[in-house]
């Protein structure tokens, strides 16, 4: 009797590697899955190929609410641009507050450097947010000289 459970316990694992190697031989992987969610993920890619933001830095200078906040926050945000024609200002309504976001940073640091410009006049502290970022210009950028090598 044990004999017949050892050949076929033998013949189970002989039937089990036969099945393995033709699967690796084939060297294809298919999925089957719900279509609904093959076009969830193609709606996902479309998605964040047209959004171009990336995580940064920005500056909040107020968060306005009650009566008037919203002529306040665009009055806020003109003067600013009108000081500032080099950076952006966002307008945030996030019930019930408007916030009043300025400028795209990319590093913290420059965020901090930014503030301490404007921080008597407008105050404001730092967050982070999706930035719209500028172009990286590397003509800015100054070649090492033969002698640092």
Do not use: C, W
Not at 20 to 28: F, L, T, V, W
Not at 74 to 91: C, G, P, S
Request: hydrophobic share 40%.
């Amino acid at each position: 009797m044990s004999r017949i459970k050892t050949i076929s316990a033998t013949l189970l694992a002989m039937a089990a590697i036969t099945v393995a190697s033709a699967q690796q031989i084939s060297n294809r992987i298919e999925i089957k899955g719900d279509v609904a969610v093959n076009e969830m993920v193609q709606k996902h890619i479309e998605f964040n190929e047209r959004v171009q933001t990336i995580p940064g830095y920005r500056i909040q200078i107020a968060s306005l609410s009650g009566a008037n906040s919203k002529e306040r926050a665009f009055e806020l945000r003109d003067r600013f641009v009108a000081e500032y024609i080099e950076l952006q200002a966002y307008i945030i309504f996030d019930e019930p507050n408007f916030k009043v976001k300025v400028g795209d940073f990319r590093t913290r640091l420059e965020a901090f450097r930014f503030l301490q410009t404007i921080k008597d006049t407008y105050g404001g502290y730092i967050i982070k947010d999706n930035i719209y970022p500028a172009p990286l210009n590397f003509d800015d950028i100054i070649p090492e000289s033969d002698d640092d090598m």
